[in-house]
T-cell receptor
Framework: GENVEQHPSTLSVQEGDSAVIKCTYSDSASNYFPWYKQELGKRPQLIIDIRSNVGEKKDQRIAVTLNKTAKHFSLHITETQPEDSAVYFCAAYSFSGGYNKLIFGAGTRLAVHP | DAGVTQSPTHLIKTRGQHVTLRCSPISGHKSVSWYQQVLGQGPQFIFQYYEKEERGRGNFPDRFSARQFPNYSSELNVNALLLGDSALYLC???FGTGGYEQYFGPGTRLTVT
């Protein structure tokens, strides 16, 4: 079945460093890849997304890259701040089996230390 | 604009009981998706509805059902509750199906005892 793998499961960085989270997907028909940030006890919040016709997208300190051939995409956070600490989820939109569904990775717990 | 709303916020049920969770999407959005998030895991897709029709279904048993109303709000029903159904149930709103941005509601925390 469809699958999204996410690495690493935990990531600890010093404030000001960069953080990179990587995901791979299995459904070659996937064309939409969002990233969500979830703080403890709160809803997942959409922070950036990328579509298959684009290789890279940037929004201030956050960027996402997509390699459709290799079926992987990554989230890059530069100049990390303590408020970036949260769980980050990647996801891929799958159309296989005749149904539309958003498949999530297992999450990366990012800790930014002052 | 109001965001996605869900009710109730918390719910405690006993094994074997039935539960109904409710979701109201962002104004102008016609699609609602339901997800189950077990503690420490990513959201798992349950259903997607668009224009009152089911457009997506995840790997959940038939005890789980949903529907969408003419005003695009939605209900998720779970029958014969099991302990393993304890989770955060999230509703996501989007303009349509396919690669549209999905915005999540605050969720309903269901505890089955």
């Amino acid at each position: 079945g469809e699958n999204v793998e996410q690495h690493p499961s935990t990531l600890s960085v010093q404030e000001g460093d960069s953080a990179v989270i990587k995901c791979t997907y299995s459904d070659s028909a996937s064309n939409y890849f969002p990233w969500y940030k979830q703080e403890l006890g709160k809803r997942p919040q959409l922070i950036i997304d990328i579509r298959s016709n684009v290789g890279e997208k940037k929004d201030q300190r956050i960027a996402v890259t997509l390699n459709k051939t290799a079926k992987h995409f990554s989230l890059h956070i530069t100049e990390t701040q303590p408020e970036d600490s949260a769980v980050y989820f990647c996801a891929a939109y799958s159309f296989s089996g005749g149904y539309n569904k958003l498949i999530f990775g297992a999450g990366t717990r990012l800790a930014v230390h002052p | 604009d109001a965001g996605v709303t869900q009710s109730p916020t918390h719910l405690i049920k006993t094994r074997g009981q039935h539960v109904t969770l409710r979701c109201s999407p962002i104004s102008g959005h016609k699609s609602v998706s339901w997800y189950q998030q077990v503690l420490g895991q990513g959201p798992q897709f349950i259903f997607q509805y668009y224009e009152k029709e089911e457009r997506g279904r995840g790997n959940f048993p038939d005890r789980f059902s949903a529907r969408q109303f003419p005003n695009y709000s939605s209900e998720l029903n779970v029958n014969a509750l099991l302990l393993g159904d304890s989770a955060l149930y999230l509703c996501a709103s989007s303009f349509g199906t396919g690669g549209y941005e999905q915005y999540f509601g605050p969720g309903t925390r269901l505890t089955v005892t």
